[in-house]
């Protein structure tokens, strides 16, 4: 009985977080423009998404940057992780804080301060300020992802590899990276979802010829909740939940 309780209990958690999501996917095949009554099943919407220039224009704009800020988070990331768990040097604790001072910190307050940064040294707001930005609050997420998998790594690897004559980058390509590369994997695809959802920080970041989907989205919601919307939201929950779904596989494959 208390083992079909915790099981009861947590559906009805699960219930509550992905009802509201079902039913946004469950409306967006709703041959109905303006009522939340049911009158059929349609693809119209999608149909109608996909002939919108605009949308495909600024989704390719999310695209291009999600993949260039992910790139770069996970290449810079991935060099920290691997430096502050070899070297030992002063400071050393306070970077541990301050990464997960990012993490913990509110994006209003990041967005409100890279916003500030860039009107003081005066870098136009569009396409290199919002790839800055993502990759920075990204960053921390690829530092973290990849240490857990280096908390469980043995170094004596690493000391018999300097024995038998390897260099530093010797012993790192062919050894550390092919070990982490799961991990750094599971960190491209986190940094990617997380730059995508981003509204807060583009918000502050970006300029008026430069637009992002999540952006776009906020500022059609506003006019009222259309079928299209709908559509395009679920889209994108199935993309999200996809990157999700392959950044756990692989966090699993690196334990």
């Not at 990331?77 to 400071?91: C, K, N, P």
């Not at 000391?159 to 982490?180: C, V």
């Not at 300029?207 to 395009?232: D, H, T």
Request: hydrophobic share 55%.
């Amino acid at each position: 009985m208390k083992r079909l309780g915790r099981i009861g209990y947590l559906m009805l958690i699960y219930l509550f977080l992905y009802f509201p999501m079902a039913i946004l996917i469950i409306f967006s095949f709703n041959n109905s423009q303006y009522s939340l009554t049911w009158k059929g099943f349609t693809l119209n919407w999608y149909r109608t998404l996909l002939a919108d220039g605009v949308l495909l224009r600024v989704a390719v704009n999310s695209l291009l940057v999600a993949v260039s800020s992910a790139t770069l988070a996970t290449a810079i990331g991935t060099m920290a992780a691997v430096s502050l768990y070899r070297y030992r040097f002063f400071g050393r604790q306070l970077l541990y804080a301050l990464i997960y001072v990012i993490i913990m910190s509110p994006e209003i307050v990041m967005g409100i301060s890279l916003l500030i940064l860039f009107v003081a040294i005066r870098l136009p707001l569009g396409f290199w300020t919002l790839l800055l930005s993502h990759t920075t609050f990204c960053i921390p997420f690829v530092v973290v992802t990849v240490l857990s998998r280096l908390s469980g790594f043995d170094r004596a690897i690493v000391e018999a590899a300097k024995d038998l004559g390897a260099s530093e980058f010797q012993t790192f390509r062919q050894i550390i990276l092919p070990l982490l590369m799961p991990a750094v994997l599971a960190g491209w695809l986190l940094s990617f979802t997380l730059s995508m959802d981003d509204v807060i920080i583009s918000f502050f970041v970006t300029g008026p010829g430069f637009e992002v989907l999540p952006l776009r989205i906020f500022s059609l919601v506003r006019l009222g909740v259309k079928p299209e919307i709908n559509a395009l939201c679920a889209i994108l929950f199935g993309l999200t939940l996809v990157f999700i779904s392959l950044s756990q596989i692989l966090q699993k494959e690196k334990q």
